[in-house]
């Protein structure tokens, strides 16, 4: 880890630089506050060991400068000076420092001042680093609340694979293939998006996951990576919501734009995490639950919205419901017990 001592006097510096060689750690020195803050912005060095009084920057001057550059603001600094009274120490921490030693000093007390804040500062940039992917990962895809209370807490996000319960929905534009045949690119991409503006607006609002488009198509995940004591609800109240909004929206667009949304939902365990390379991640759901919501939304048209049992056992209290039957999915030996839902009565 590199630090940077400033002292005008030469002498200081050589005694500082014995003390922390002993550490191992690499030494860089300036003599006067501007050379100081080049090196620092230049750099970037793990911590500022710092003296106060030097001929014409000040060593607050410095810390002032230090701290109000957003490329040098989180570098800790130490006060290291002759100048013991309480008003100095209190400028000192006012201007942003975070620690302050008096001279004479022991050797011994330098060195645990500054193994202290190098720790503070692994731990600083430990948290940005996750707060940083936190935001890579999610940002574009999660409602902004759910983003704020992650980045509260990052420890407790776990990017890594894990098994846990989540609810999957997928969610399709009905006759979009064949509307793509005879469209304008160009005007294609903006229904598409605008379809797509309708329905990821619908599921961040309930707390849902953008996890990826596929074409035209949009999968969703909720209980992840912010657990939902309602996920399942959730999910379809999202599919609902959107069937709704579906009349008002239909009345923006010319009548040939005006297609059906088909959703599959289905709940269980899968595997959640970053796949991928080290190089491009995505966050995702992999295993048999993502695997029957994308098969019932397969099954679904003229703006279905299926859901396998265990799903309307859990929302049979606000929807209208009506089994579909076990039905064959593709890649399951046994069929899948699924029920079509909605706002109204179903035929």
Known sequence: MEILVVDDNQDNIDLIQDILDTMGYDIKSAMDGQTAIDIATANHPDLIVLDVNMPGMSGFEVVEHLKQNELTQSIPIIMLTALSDVENRVQAMTLGAEDYLTKPFSPRELIARVERRLRSKVQT??????????????ERFVAAPIVQEMLK?????KLGGKLQEITVMFADLEGFTSLSE?????????????????????????????????????????????????HISNAVKSALHIQDELYWFHQTVE??????INFGI???????????????????????TVNVSARLQGLADNGQILISEIVYK?????????SRGPLPVKGRQNAVTVY???NTFIE
Do not use: W
């Open 314 to 322: 859990a929302v049979e209290d606000f929807v209208f419901g009506k």
């Open 182 to 230: 005879r469209t304008d690119p160009e005007k294609l991409l903006s229904v598409l998006n605008q379809y797509h503006s309708l329905i990821v607006k619908i599921i961040q609002r309930y707390g849902g996951t953008i996890d990826k488009f596929i074409g035209d198509c949009v999968m969703a995940l909720y209980n992840t990576p912010v657990e939902q004591e309602t």
């Open 153 to 157: 807490s990052p420890q407790q996000v």
């Open 340 to 342: 079509e839902v909605s």
């Open 255 to 260: 009548e040939e734009y005006r297609l059906k």
């Open 125 to 138: 940039d430990d948290l940005k680093a996750k707060q940083e992917q936190i935001r890579n990962t999610f």
């Open 266 to 288: 289905h709940t269980g365990v899968a595997v959640v995490g970053n796949v991928g390379t080290t190089e491009l991640m995505d966050y995702t759901a992999v295993g048999d």
